[in-house]
C-alpha cells in the first residue's frame, strides 16, 4: 500500500505541474520506483491518473463532511456540497495549468474508461445518497429520490465543473453552484418524472441508457 500511496503521490505531483505528457520514466524516477515495481500495481499512467482522481473526490468529500458536521438538516448539508464543489472554480489552483490538466484529462479517462472513471467518483456519489437518504427519512424528500437522482446529479456537478474549467464565464463558481442546487432541488422535490411511452404506445424498453452510465 505505501508503494501505491507513492506512484500515486507523484503521477499527482506531475499532474499538478501541468505537464500532461509526462512519461512513465519521469513517473518511476518522481516516485523512486522501479518500472517492475509500478507494474506490478498499475497497468499503465492511465490507470494511476484514474487513482489520483479519486484520491482527489475522497479528499474533497471528507473535506464537505467536516465543513457541514454541525448541520443537522440533510438538506442543507447536500445543498453545501454541490454549490462548495462548483465554488472551487473560483480558487486560484483551478486556473493553473495543473487543475486544468486534471479537468482535460477526466474527459479522455471517461472515453476510454467508463467504468473506472464511474467508480473514480464513488466517493461523491455516495455522500450525495447518504444525504438524500436521510432528507427521505425526515420526509423532506419524495420516497424513491436517491435511486433516481444521484447518478444524474453526480455527473450533472462533475460536469458543469470540468466544462467550466476552460469555457469562459461571467458568473461565479459560486453562483453556478447555486444554480445548478436550484435545478437539483427542483427535480428533486418534483417527485418521479412520466416515462415516456415508445413508437408503440408501450413502455420504454428495459435496458433505458437513461439508467446509468
Known amino acids: 500500500m505505501e508503494q501505491i500511496k507513492t506512484i500515486v503521490a ?7 505541474r501541468g505537464d500532461g505528457a509526462f512519461t512513465m520514466q519521469e513517473l518511476v524516477k518522481e516516485s523512486g520506483i522501479g518500472m517492475q515495481t509500478f507494474y506490478r500495481y498499475f ?23 467536516r465543513a457541514t458536521a454541525e448541520i443537522s438538516d440533510p438538506v442543507e448539508r447536500l445543498h453545501h456540497h454541490i454549490v462548495a464543489t462548483l465554488a472551487l472554480l473560483d480558487s486560484p489552483r483551478a486556473a493553473t495549468a495543473g487543475g486544468r490538466f486534471l ?4 474527459w479522455r479517462l471517461h472515453q476510454h474508461y467508463p467504468t473506472e472513471s464511474v467508480q473514480a467518483r464513488w466517493a461523491f456519489a455516495d455522500l450525495v445518497s447518504r444525504e438524500i437518504t436521510a432528507a427521505e427519512a425526515r420526509n423532506q424528500l419524495p420516497a424513491g429520490s436517491a435511486q433516481r437522482n444521484v447518478d444524474l446529479i453526480t455527473r450533472l456537478v ?5 466544462h467550466c474549467s476552460y469555457a469562459p464565464r461571467a458568473e461565479s463558481g459560486r453562483q453556478i453552484g447555486e444554480q445548478v442546487w436550484a435545478f437539483c432541488l427542483s427535480a428533486l422535490q418534483g417527485g418521479a418524472p412520466a416515462r415516456p411511452a415508445d413508437a408503440q404506445g408501450g413502455e420504454t424498453p428495459a435496458g433505458d441508457p437513461r439508467g446509468g452510465e
Not at 103 to 106: L, V
Open 43 to 65: 497497468e499503465g499512467k492511465d490507470h494511476v491518473l484514474l487513482a489520483v482522481y479519486e484520491q482527489l473526490v475522497i479528499e474533497q468529500v471528507s473535506w464537505h463532511e
Open 158 to 162: 462533475e460536469s458543469v465543473y470540468h
Open 103 to 106: 479537468s482535460g484529462e477526466r
Open 10 to 16: 507523484a503521477a499527482r505531483t506531475l499532474a499538478e
